[in-house]
């Protein structure tokens, strides 16, 4: 669960004409003086919201400030105006995103840019490009599918669409590296573009969240498979019942059988919640947390991490190298295979509100690192290398 801002109608521009390691995308070639046309389709939006769409959407404005790129989008996102032509649109949400599917491929079709810039794994039928660009977010299924059957084919064509990319970005350096090693991609076709971080919204007033500031710790987004909710909470659950810090679970859907069991094994189910959120209660949240927890023995880049941080939430999180790149010294680490010490490590910030308040003071300086439009100017001078 993220904090999505929908496109800008300004977006909406449907065009009907047609290395040395590590690689990281910055100070490329001069602007072109003809603007370069980089065309977007809008699968992801068909989706619901996430990190994906985040990533497009955070990129897709800060382009729009590049004077020598245009942007060419397919449209077909929620609250575009054409959905009055599709029948049955608002029926239900399923028939809804078959529809949106639908309307993505025919516009695609009718797109034609110069770079086509594809942030989900599936190009669309008919694509007019002179070169394609690809976003690999992460390589989860290919490094964890063995330990977590569920996510072994969930990213579709990847490989061959890397195969054929003219450009590959990548949101961290550790994701480039995995990347190189198991596509066998050459090192001077992958970059690194980190994501920006998410822009401040006013926290949802007189919450429960406000009223309740400080009693809480708080997971945001999926928690099954290597998102690893239910490898710590056995070592997470006794300085919960010993703190009497609440647990909130933002996103990811209603606790399933097996979360429900654990809780109530642990001894904290009438301390828990799961919950789903509007952007203004999520700032909510994580203005007023505790603490937010990030788990997951695995991220592409790790969004909820840098909200986090944005927001001024304390964070404890899985020392991975991905999220170290994020979180650098403004978190507190712990290893995502010892539950034992995700308890020590809540029960010391419990203890030592120094420690606390720095992290608190610390997350806002490290996100600043994190821009759209530092991600933007990185891309655009990816795309003039290869146009």
């Not at 977010?137 to 072994?152: K, N, S, T």
């Not at 991609?185 to 406000?210: C, M, N, Y």
């Not at 009693?215 to 290597?226: E, K, M, P, S, T």
């Not at 209660?281 to 990030?294: I, K, P, R």
């Amino acid at each position: 669960m993220t904090l999505l801002a929908k496109p800008s109608r300004k977006d909406v521009m449907l065009s009907s004409t047609g290395p040395s390691e590590p690689r990281t995308a910055g100070g490329a070639a001069s602007a072109a003086s003809q603007a370069t046309t980089i065309g977007f389709d809008a699968l992801i939006y068909a989706w619901p919201p996430g990190g994906i769409a985040t990533y497009q959407t955070g990129l897709m404005a800060g382009l729009r400030a590049q004077g020598d790129v245009e942007i060419a989008f397919a449209g077909g996102y929620a609250g575009d105006p054409s959905f009055g032509e599709v029948p049955g649109l608002t029926r239900s949400a399923i028939r809804q995103r078959h529809a949106l599917f639908a309307l993505n491929m025919a516009r695609s079709a009718r797109l034609s840019s110069d770079i086509h810039h594809l942030t989900a794994f599936w190009r669309p039928p008919g694509l007019r490009a002179k070169r394609v660009v690809l976003t690999i977010h992460d390589m989860i299924p290919e490094r964890l599918g063995e330990d977590y059957p569920g996510v072994r084919h969930t990213h579709y064509d990847k490989a061959s669409l890397a195969a054929q990319a003219d450009a590959v970005v990548c949101p961290a350096e550790s994701v480039r590296a995995d990347v190189i090693e198991l596509l066998k991609l050459p090192p001077d076709r992958v970059f690194t573009v980190p994501h920006g971080r998410p822009d401040k919204i006013a926290p949802a007033p007189g919450s429960t969240f406000e009223s309740e500031a400080g009693g809480f710790v708080l997971i945001v987004g999926r928690r099954g498979h290597y998102k690893n909710f239910l490898g710590v909470l056995p070592g997470l659950a006794p300085a919960l019942r010993r703190t009497g810090l609440s647990l909130v679970c933002a996103g990811g859907g209603p606790f399933t059988a097996e979360e429900r069991a654990a809780l109530n094994a642990t001894g904290i189910a009438g301390a828990a919640a799961q919950l789903a959120l509007s952007p203004a209660e999520l700032a909510a949240a994580y203005t007023n947390a505790f603490c937010v927890l990030a788990p997951s023995k695995a991220e592409g880049f790790g969004l909820p991490l840098l909200e986090a941080m944005t927001y001024g939430a304390p964070v404890i999180a899985a020392d991975i190298a991905v999220k170290r790149e994020t979180g650098g010294d403004a978190v507190l680490w712990c290893d995502p295979a010892e539950p034992e010490a995700w308890g020590e490590a809540l029960q010391r910030l419990a203890d030592d509100p120094a420690l606390r308040a720095r992290l608190s003071a610390a997350g806002p300086v490290q996100a600043e690192a994190f821009s759209w439009a530092k991600a933007a100017r990185a891309t655009a001078d990816i795309y003039r290398a290869i146009a």
